[in-house]
């Protein structure tokens, strides 16, 4: 397990800056539609953040309860009050910033451990409270960021109409999946035994890789809501009913109780619309070919059916502009995917019972005594 460094203690301080701001965000747009009269968009905008929200906060508790397991009742009592309040995540920064301060400041030199906290113990608890934040922004991310931006699309193609509100909306989801998603590699890595370094090169390449397939997926729903809100709402539930079945099917064992397995296979499946996940850490050649290979023949069909269907919209320079980036970025997409693949992905091979993920996203393998929730979560 690589260490928790000053760094991390950073970009730990500034997700939290930037967790608020986006709470803020979401907030100041919603009124910002309630100002306008657009009462419909304000209210999906608060239903999406307050969904999401409660998803979160849901696993986030049953995460401290299964951790506290034997311990004081009194001190979930509390935990659960600050989670019924929304206010959870803020309890695991609070966590996150006491460990990862003492792992990457006081733990540094062995004559500050003590013998009750010796610097292995610090560093692996900092990096297991960073790890729970990492998997509960990936939820956050994908139940309500991407649906975001991908109504912020819409309404902007739809109406034509483009307010300084409306771009700060857009450029918070792409920051706020951009973040999601390399906290998810850089967490990977941290929890893997004997992975090099998540450094810069393949970072980059694995950003632009998922932020520019979600893209062009997203793009291309836009347009086909523009044509039918109807076929683009049947389509997505299609979408979401083939990846839960998927998940059944694969056996998941992510957590302790049935009817959390099942919110989490509905979580997972609602992931796989925009993005592929290995969820048991086996070899996913086929699947991720498949996955992609389906949305791009999907992409095409909806640029075909505007061709063949909405002929008048050709004229339409929005719909030039969105053809072109959805194709451009589709394409650019799979190919840092295949470059990624071949060159940065953190092959990891399983043990019989203590599997971490070969994944694009998350799997870890924490201790041998010690198992961690990471290692069975959604990986790539």
């Given amino acids: 397990m690589m260490k928790f460094t000053k760094q991390n203690f950073i970009f730990l301080a500034g997700g939290i800056i930037i967790y608020v701001v986006d709470i803020g965000m979401d907030f100041w747009v919603a009124c910002k539609y309630f100002c306008q009269g657009q009462y419909s968009w304000g209210i999906l905008i608060l239903c999406v953040r307050g969904i999401s929200s409660l998803i979160t906060q849901i696993f986030s508790y049953e995460w401290f309860k299964n951790d506290w397991e034997g311990t004081d009742t009194g001190k979930l009592k509390w935990i659960f009050l600050i989670h019924l309040?929304?206010?959870?995540?803020?309890?695991?920064?609070?966590?996150?910033l006491k460990y990862g301060c003492q792992a990457a400041f006081k733990?540094?030199?062995?004559?500050?451990?003590?013998?009750t906290d010796p610097p292995d113990f610090i560093q692996r608890q900092a990096v297991n409270v960073?790890?729970?934040?990492?998997?509960l922004r990936v939820f956050k991310?994908?139940?309500?960021?991407t649906p975001q931006l991908f109504v912020?699309?819409?309404?902007?193609?739809?109406?034509?109409?483009?307010?300084?509100?409306?771009?700060?909306a857009l450029i918070t989801s792409f920051c706020g999946i951009s973040i999601s998603t390399v906290d998810y590699q850089i967490s990977l890595r941290k929890s893997l035994p004997d992975k090099d370094e998540f450094r810069l090169l393949p970072k980059l390449v694995y950003l632009f890789y998922k932020l520019l397939t979600i893209t062009s997926w997203i793009l291309s729903i836009s347009l086909i809501t523009l044509v039918s809100v109807r076929s683009s709402v049947i389509l997505l539930i299609f979408l979401w009913i083939c990846a839960f079945i998927w998940t059944l099917k694969q056996h998941t064992t992510f957590c302790k109780s049935k009817k959390m397995e099942y919110l989490y296979r509905t979580v997972v499946g609602v992931i796989l619309i925009f993005t592929f996940f290995?969820?048991?850490?086996?070899?996913t050649k086929v699947c991720i070919f498949i996955y992609y290979a389906t949305h791009t023949i999907v992409t095409l069909s909806i640029l075909f059916v505007y061709i063949f269907w909405k002929p008048s919209m050709m004229k339409e320079i929005y719909f030039t502009i969105v053809s072109i980036l959805t194709v451009f970025s589709l394409v650019?997409?799979?190919?840092?995917?295949?470059?990624?693949?071949r060159h940065f992905h953190p092959t990891t091979y399983c043990r019989p019972q203590a599997c971490s993920d070969e994944a694009d996203g998350e799997a870890v393998q924490k201790d041998t005594v010690e198992t961690g929730r990471f290692q069975n979560f959604i990986m790539q």
């Fill in 85 to 96: 309040f929304q206010c959870g995540i803020f309890i695991r920064y609070w966590f996150a």
């Fill in 141 to 145: 991310t994908f139940l309500e960021t």
């Fill in 130 to 135: 960073v790890t729970d934040i990492s998997m």
């Fill in 278 to 283: 290995n969820i048991k850490g086996r070899k």
């Fill in 152 to 168: 912020q699309i819409y309404i902007l193609m739809e109406h034509g109409k483009y307010n300084f509100f409306q771009y700060a």
């Fill in 332 to 341: 650019l997409g799979i190919i840092f995917l295949v470059a990624y693949y």
């Fill in 107 to 115: 733990q540094n030199n062995s004559e500050d451990a003590s013998e």
